[in-house]
């Protein structure tokens, strides 16, 4: 079965410090890829997508993810972080079948940022 | 709506009871999906309806669980006999567009607030 890992359950920054959340998944066929946002206290936000084309993707809010086919990796980062990311982060894959398809998620990795 | 709407926002109940949790979705989207979320274990998939009919139920995790969405519109999770395992954030989402057509690229999930579910 199609599964997403987060390796990072508990992240602690700093402000301005660089942050790289880790995603793998296993599937070896074509993938649609998410990264996901809940700020505390509101819905699940989309960051980023991937679909198809430049393997980097630029999200909202100065992040950035980056396909790696070869490594099943869909690794979030962002240079400088700010007070307000701090959030659970999740990502999330479709594995595209030639009929029905699921979203599947991680488990999420909470994002803490230090003033 | 603006958004997916779920209601109640927090239910609290006793173990061996039925609950029924309502999703009512973004107007007009076609596809609409249930998943559970766990302290600590993610967003756990448990249905997700094209229009009015199921194609994947395979997240139900047993026969205690059954979903039903009426118009292409309202959809209803209903847990019967209620366990202490059940206690989660049950969370809905929608979409325009369905999973596998080319145009769900520009239609991503909206998510509600979720429905906080505590069985005592």
């Known amino acids: 079965a199609q599964s997403v890992s987060q390796h990072n359950h508990h992240v602690i920054l700093s402000e301005a410090a660089s942050l790289e959340l880790g995603c793998n998944y296993s599937?070896?066929?074509?993938?649609?890829l998410f990264w996901y946002v809940q700020y505390p206290g509101q819905h699940l936000q989309l960051l980023l997508k991937?679909?198809?084309?430049?393997?980097l993707v630029k999200g909202i809010k100065g992040f950035e993810a980056e396909f790696i086919k070869s490594k099943f990796s869909f690794n979030l980062r962002k240079p400088s972080v700010q007070w307000s990311d701090t959030a659970e982060y999740f990502c999330?894959?479709?594995?595209?079948?030639?009929?029905?398809?699921?979203?599947?998620f991680g488990s999420g990795t909470r994002l803490s940022i230090r003033p | 709506g603006a958004g997916v709407s779920q209601s109640p926002s927090n239910k609290v109940t006793e173990k061996g009871k039925d609950v029924e949790l309502r999703c009512d979705p973004i107007s007009g989207h076609t596809a609409l999906y249930w998943y559970r979320q766990s302290l600590g274990q993610g967003l756990e998939f448990l249905i997700y309806?094209?229009?009015?009919?199921?194609?994947?139920k395979s997240g139900l995790p047993s026969d205690r669980f059954s979903a039903e969405r009426t118009g292409g519109s309202v959809s209803t999770l209903t847990i019967q006999r209620t366990q202490q395992e059940d206690s989660a954030v049950y969370l809905c989402?929608?979409?325009?567009?369905?999973?596998?057509?080319?145009?769900?690229?520009?239609?991503?999930?909206?998510f509600g607030n979720g429905t906080r579910l505590t069985v005592t």
């Open positions: 989402a929608s979409s325009f567009f369905l999973l596998g057509e080319t145009a769900f690229e520009n239609s991503p999930l909206h």
């Open positions: 309806f094209q229009g009015n009919s199921a194609p994947d």
């Open positions: 999330a894959v479709i594995a595209v079948y030639s009929s029905a398809s699921k979203i599947i």
């Open positions: 991937y679909f198809s084309g430049d393997p």
């Open positions: 599937y070896g066929g074509t993938v649609n």
